[in-house]
């Protein structure tokens, strides 16, 4: 197969942990006979660097007419002035909305060789296999108004909660189509004791509920969801939530797995080309040292190959090498060992 892939290496670690990933790109190329167009761009503080913009139009339109592409992290101290017109993660929601990825597939794994490293109780996390789907173009992230003034001669914020039916509609839809290959189960997760938007977002939930007879919906409240994700995190299977509520709740989730560098995403949208993201950031106190866990993009890759190409062979195959580069002991620091970025690479190339 030939396809198009725009690589968005990003701030921080994101250079490292993306050439990294695309060593396994290319062998999987070699192993299953593909030839992959890659090109490159940059996204966040580095492109406001060197454009004046996070996001520039030549890179969103290449994106668009990509067929996947893979990021690796946006952002950093050096960018972090509050008064600044632009930032890092603008981009990165300028490049979500634009590409209209409105759902952020989050799995949560925990692998039985990783219980340990988890500061949740292990008997805990025996059976734990979360799919956190969290909307991506909607909610606080984007409503508007949005801004700062001055009121009453008092500085003002205002940021804005808004979700239209559809915008819901199609991400719970989603979820259900997706609870059919799993448990039969769907979370949804709102605030609908206190907010209006999840009063709509619980009404169109029973919606689809009602036309999906054969999967159990049960809805839960944000703040309770948080607490059952540390207290029995195995009772979840698929959780859909709103933008902010899945943001927070899946940092929570990745300390399940030991390490958020482990956690791979997916977004995706209506037909066009899926955006894969590691979900931790770009940690500027590590970056430059080569010692990032490269397992989040490289795992972001296997859902490239599933969903956006559809190579559903090749994502196993990457699935099962890092699989067992773990259970071979394989450990970067922050998840207890010295191993390199390139040489957890190395390990996972091994066993490809
Ligand atoms: C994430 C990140 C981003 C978000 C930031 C970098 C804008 O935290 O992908 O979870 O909030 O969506
Ligand atoms: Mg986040």
Request: hydrophobic fraction near 40%.
């Amino acid at each position: 197969m030939n396809a198009k892939i725009t690589l968005l290496p990003g701030d921080g670690i994101g250079p490292e942990i993306i050439s990294e990933s695309v060593r396994v790109m290319q062998a999987v190329e070699s192993k299953f006979g593909h030839s992959f167009t890659t090109n490159e761009h940059l996204l966040g503080g580095c492109s406001i660097d060197k454009f004046g913009t996070s996001l520039t139009d030549e890179t969103l339109a290449d994106c668009v007419a990509s067929d996947a592409i893979l990021m690796g992290a946006v952002g950093g101290p050096k960018w972090d002035d509050p008064k600044a017109k632009d930032r890092p993660e603008r981009g990165l929601l300028a490049l979500r909305k634009g590409l209209g990825v409105f759902a952020n597939l989050r799995p949560v794994k925990v692998h039985p060789a990783l219980v340990d490293f988890s500061p949740i109780k292990s008997e805990k996390l025996a059976g734990v296999d979360i799919l956190v789907i969290r909307e991506l173009t909607g909610g606080l992230y984007f409503g508007w108004p949005k801004g700062r003034d001055v009121k009453d001669g008092r500085e003002r914020a205002v940021d804005t909660m808004e979700y239209y039916d559809y915008e819901i509609r199609r991400v719970v839809e989603l979820a259900f189509e997706l609870a059919k290959g799993r448990k039969k189960k769907v979370t949804s997760v709102d605030k609908a004791n206190v907010l209006e938007s999840s009063r709509l977002w619980r009404q169109i939930a029973v919606e689809i509920g009602t036309k999906h007879p054969d999967i159990e919906l049960e809805h839960v409240l944000v703040d309770t969801a948080a607490m059952r994700l540390v207290t029995g995190p195995a009772w979840m299977d698929v959780v859909v939530t709103e933008n902010m509520f899945g943001d927070i709740l899946t940092d929570e989730a990745s300390v399940l797995a030991g390490s958020m560098g482990m956690l791979p995403s997916a977004s995706l949208g209506s037909g066009g080309p899926g955006l894969y993201e590691p979900i931790h950031g770009s940690a500027p106190d590590i970056a430059g040292k080569g010692i990032a866990n490269p397992i989040g993009t490289i795992l972001s890759l296997a859902y490239l190959f599933r969903y956006s190409l559809k190579l559903e062979a090749e994502a196993i195959a990457i699935e099962t090498a890092v699989d067992r580069a773990i259970v071979e002991g394989a450990r970067t620091k922050d998840i207890g060992g010295n191993l390199t970025t390139r040489q957890m690479t190395d390990t996972i190339l091994k066993n490809l």
